[in-house]
Every structure is written in C-alpha cells, then in structure tokens.
C-alpha cells in the first residue's frame, strides 16, 4: 500500500512570496498532521486536520494555513515568506489521529533566500 | 504541557555493538513512538508502543507507562543504523500532536 507522499521535495522561494505544500495520506487515513522541522527548535506542531476540519493547531503565526479536501489531501500554505520559514516541512497520517500510529512523508525542504 | 526527554544526546558506536536509547515523558500519554530519520530527513516509523514490548528484528522497544519511560534497544549496529531516533508522545485531546523530544544522534562506525 502506498506511503504517504509529499511534494515538491524541494522549493526555492524568495522572501515575500507564498508556497503550497502538498500531502496525500495513506488510502484509509483520515487525520493528517503537519510538523516544522528546524536545526535549533527540532519538530514543532504545525496543524492537524479530520474529516476536512482543523482540529488542533500549534503555536505559529497566522501566516501558516491549511486545508484538507474530502479525499484527506491536505495542503498548507505560507504566505509572505521569511527567512526563518526555511525548514523541512513533514506531514503525517494516522486512522484516526489517536490512539494510532502515524506515518510520515518523506518531506518537502523549503529555502527561503 | 507534557515534556519529552531524549538520552544520551549523542551515540558513537562501533559496528556490532549494541545500545540502549532512553525517553522520559512528564505526564500520562495514550501513544509514544520511536522513529528514525534518515540523512535524507524522512523519519521512519520504529515502533508505536504506547506500553509493553515489542521486537523487529535487531531492534526492541519497552515502555513502562506507570514510570514514564521508553527504551530502545539496538543489537548487533549496523553503519546504516546510524541517524537521528526520535521519541514521540501524544496525550489526551492533543489529536495530532505528536511531541517530540530533541533525538538521539547515532553513528556506527565500520
């Protein structure tokens, strides 16, 4: 069965712009959670969604958003990008988001020069 | 909110020794996992062991819910067991949230 797959795997971005990462979930899967994976503040919390709806949300500014879509795609948005955006952008899977296990992505590096 | 703690910080072993990684968390939790990430940043999912034992291979892990902590054991390393493990928690209406602590880097040298 199919992981879960991320893309791009790579973004080049300039500041000032936004971007939109990509996530599709295990088939089955309908929680999808998304961590900020920098050298100094390690795995941070970004948002979880369910069945379409946000329901958790970490500690980051309102310029990062979300969204999933009836096939538990999700995405997120970033929008007026800063240097301190770049960072490894991994989002995960789980049945039902707890209780289960979680399977990640192999991730999307974003550079923000 | 819940604290995780990761030791040792840093691991350097010779091929073919063995390994304990330790993970401390503050509170009651209804998930941990381990995870290994690899140096091309893709963690891997090692073991979801809220409580108890489980074994895969040259790797095992405990938790002991009642004393909050977990354990890794690798056996007989391996150069491509080298990376960074991670432990994750989740706790009670946190759905999503996966806590981590700051990882063990690994290396195994030949």
């Known amino acids: 069965k199919a992981g879960v797959t991320q893309t791009p795997r790579y973004l080049i971005k300039t500041r000032g712009q936004q971007v939109t990462l990509s996530c599709s979930p295990i088939?089955?899967?309908?929680?999808v959670s998304w961590y900020q994976q920098t050298p100094g503040q390690g795995l941070q919390f970004l948002f979880e969604?369910?069945?379409?709806?946000?329901?958790n949300k970490g500690n980051f500014p309102g310029r990062f958003s979300g969204r999933q879509f009836s096939n538990s795609r999700s995405e997120m948005n970033v929008s007026t990008l800063e240097l301190g955006d770049s960072a490894l952008y991994l989002c995960?899977?789980?049945?039902?988001?707890?209780?289960?296990?979680?399977?990640f992505g192999s991730g999307t590096r974003l550079t923000v020069v | 909110g819940i604290q995780v703690e990761q030791s040792p910080p840093d691991l350097i072993l010779q091929e073919g020794a063995n390994s304990t990684l330790r993970c401390n968390f503050s509170?009651?939790?209804?998930?941990l996992q381990w995870f290994h990430q690899n140096p091309w940043g893709q963690l891997i999912n090692l073991f979801y062991?809220?409580?108890g034992t489980k074994q895969n291979g040259r790797l095992s892990a405990t938790t002991v819910a009642t004393e909050r902590y977990s354990l890794l054991y690798i056996s007989s390393s391996q150069t491509t067991d080298s990376g960074v493990y991670f432990c994750?928690?989740?706790?009670?209406?946190?759905?999503?949230?996966?806590?981590f602590g700051k990882g063990t880097k690994l290396s195994v040298k030949p």
């Open positions: 062991i809220p409580s």
């Open positions: 994750a928690v989740n706790y009670g209406g946190s759905q999503g949230n996966l806590i």
């Open positions: 969604y369910f069945s379409e709806t946000q329901r």
């Open positions: 509170d009651s939790v209804n998930n």
């Open positions: 088939s089955g899967h309908r929680s």
């Open positions: 995960a899977s789980s049945l039902s988001g707890t209780g289960h296990g979680y399977t």
